[in-house]
């Protein structure tokens, strides 16, 4: 079973940084894309970042300059460095892997860590 295990949210100064970890459990055969999404009560799931197999990255306008989306291959994870917070970045924060694990290509989720930015 496939397993996302993120690690790094809590409660955070305006100003301040956090840096959002992502592992599978497997060694995918291979991966289009991995990422990072966030929602917040009430509001449509918003892309945060991605970095697609080639090594590419893009980042959403509200966190370009503040964010940056990295990989480590070798231990099959990502990263989100989060600095610069502010308030309204505010959210549940969800990783994701869009991969081929045998025959079968899939979207794989994490379970979702709280970031929260107040003074």
């Known amino acids: 079973q496939v397993q996302l295990v ?12 956090l840096r959002l970890s992502c592992a599978a ?8 894309a991995m990422g990072w ?19 590419s990255t893009d980042h959403a306008d509200s966190v370009k300059g503040r964010f940056i989306i990295s990989r480590n291959n070798a231990e099959n994870t990502i990263y989100l460095q989060m600095n610069s917070l ?3 970045d505010t959210a549940v924060y969800y990783c994701y892997f ?8 899939a979207v794989y989720w994490g379970q979702g860590t709280q970031v929260t930015v107040s003074s």
């Open 6 to 17: 993120e690690s790094g949210g809590g409660l955070v100064q305006p100003g301040g940084s």
């Open 25 to 32: 459990s497997v060694r995918f055969f291979s991966i289009n």
């Open 37 to 55: 999404y966030r929602q917040t009560p009430g509001k449509q799931r918003e892309l945060v970042a991605v970095i697609f197999s080639s090594g």
């Open 86 to 88: 502010k308030p309204e």
């Open 98 to 105: 869009n991969a081929r694990l045998k025959d079968v290509t």
